[in-house]
T-cell receptor, first 112, second 111 residues
Framework: DAKTTQPPSMDCAEGRAANLPCNHS???????VYWYRQIHSQGPQYIIH???NNETNEMASLIITEDRKSSTLILPHATLRDTAVYYC?????????????FGKGTSLLVTP | NAGVTQTPKFQVLKTGQSMTLQCAQD?????MSWYRQDPGMGLRLIHY???????DQGEVPNGYNVSRSTTEDFPLRLLSAAPSQTSVYFC??????????FGEGSWLTVV
């Protein structure tokens, strides 16, 4: 099963773009990359997911490298409410129940 | 969190007691799952279901049972609670676009 590597913590100034990197060098061809965030042990909040192409929605953009070994989540204009733990997740296949493999995530602190 | 409802939100059990955590969704999602999260850790899959009448084990199924008699409901049963099952439990369901929505969590303490 593919594993992900993220920096344990990052800072970002309010109003600036937050770029959160993720390495998933062992990802398989049919495994999706998901990003979630979690605030104070609330339920994980879905942000975005993708397979090969870059994706954008109202919350964020997901940039996946051509070899799919890494990706970057971009929050274009970070606010204080974006302070949270961000999880980069590779979703495994049917042999593991299509589980979301949560790691330890990146703790993002947005400062005024 | 898009209509995934978990009850109860908080529960304290004595060792050996049994209980059921309820999970319901009204979005007609086929895939539902249960995760647990221990302090400082990521979520781990307990059980999952790809549709009514079909359930299977995840990474950490021991001590838990599930059933899926309807599309809407996916209860998680603790058969004989142990202190090691003290955790936060999250239920999730998935839509046709592979977006997975989590409930707000159920905090369980076993003493």
């Amino acid at each position: 099963d593919a594993k992900t590597t993220q920096p344990p913590s990052m800072d970002c100034a309010e109003g600036r773009a937050a770029n959160l990197p993720c390495n998933h060098s062992t990802i398989s061809g049919n495994e999706y990359v998901y990003w979630y965030r979690q605030i104070h042990s609330q339920g994980p909040q879905y942000i975005i997911h993708g397979l090969k192409n870059n994706e954008t929605n109202e919350m964020a953009s997901l940039i996946i490298t051509e070899d799919r070994k890494s990706s970057t989540l971009i929050l274009p204009h970070a606010t204080l409410r974006d302070t949270a733990v961000y999880y980069c997740i590779v979703r495994v296949g049917p042999n593991s129940g299509y589980a979301l493999n949560f790691g330890k995530g990146t703790s993002l602190l947005v400062t005024p | 969190n898009a209509g995934v409802t978990q009850t109860p939100k908080f529960q304290v059990l004595k060792t050996g007691q049994s209980m059921t955590l309820q999970c319901a969704q009204d979005m007609n999602h086929e895939y539902m799952s249960w995760y647990r999260q221990d302090p400082g850790m990521g979520l781990r899959l307990i059980h999952y279901s790809v549709g009514a009448g079909i359930t299977d084990q995840g990474e950490v199924p021991n001590g838990y049972n599930v059933s899926r008699s309807t599309t809407e409901d996916f209860p998680l049963r603790l058969l004989s609670a142990a202190p090691s099952q003290t955790s936060v439990y999250f239920c999730a369901s998935e839509d046709s676009g592979n977006t997975i929505y989590f409930g707000e969590g159920s905090w369980l303490t076993v003493v």
